[in-house]
């Protein structure tokens, strides 16, 4: 699997980003696809050549942004017993800390501030487990409930969650009316900032609950809850898609890197069944009662046990999911700076 860490260069690019723009640029505007047509603006041409090949390439690319150096593989110089990263074209030394395990470095990607390594490394066998655990994360108030039945004990995590997008959606609101739209723009990249931070956190502990308890953990298959969630319990965590799906991430790549396995679930009636006996129960609002054999719950508690113990979809168990390129994962504290390929769109 592919692991990106996040170094920083303590180097001034700005001028060579410049630069990159501008390749970018004519790269969009021409398709070219030779470092020769761009020798005139000055990017030393192996980084032209990976930015030609980007931005030529990708037919949905219509604007030219955040643009960033890469140097490939064979761009770089890797001492790894002192830990050093020698990129001559930069005449940049990278010191890391990560893991030196990694079989190879695929590329760096520099901005104004960090350089973005990707590695690949061995990813873990999937280990033995003793059931699963369920994660909801269509809650009353949470990011996500975590249930186990095996020990019975339920976790609700990210409770600010909620309070944090109301409050933004007012800031906002307010900005607008005033025409402050740049400030607009800046509330929101706060915005996400934060959530993705809680997402870090949440999907950290739910990935230490499985280890843990020696569980996998089962999801909802999220596109089927864009389809049935707004009949079924309002969006409550409301126009979040892109933080359902940012947890989602999170949550497999950690899980990865441990040998835990990640299912999904068909999201039917998680909330309406009762998670005992399996009958249809009665919900009101955070409460859940069963007519049938007579188990009362929290709703949020009932549907996450539901989730665990729900048969895996036919055909989906081994169906690897991993869309995204790599996760920045400097050992824990330092993972608040993944950069999921994730775009905070809808806020
Ligand atoms: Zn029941």
Redesign the pocket.
Known sequence: MILTFKVKHYMDFSHELSLAHKVAEFALRTGSRSSKDVKHIGLKSMIANQILRKYSKDKRLKHVRRVVLAIPNQGMHVDKQNKKINIPSLKLDLDYQFRNDFKKINQIEINKDYAFISVTVDEPLIRKIDGYIGVDRNTTGHIAVVGNPTTGKVLKLGKSAEYIHKKYKNIRKNLQKKGKYGLVKKIKHRESNIVRNLNHKVSRKIVDTADKNNTGIKLEDIKQIRKHVKSRRGFRYSLNSWSYYQLEQMIRYKAKLLGIPVEYIEPAYTSQN??????L?NRNGKKFM??????VDHADSNASFNIALRQVKDGRLNVDRDTFKGSTDTPQTAMMGTTLTVEPHVL
Do not use: E, Y
């Open positions: 009762c998670s005992r006996c399996g009958h129960g069963c007519p049938s054999c007579g188990h």
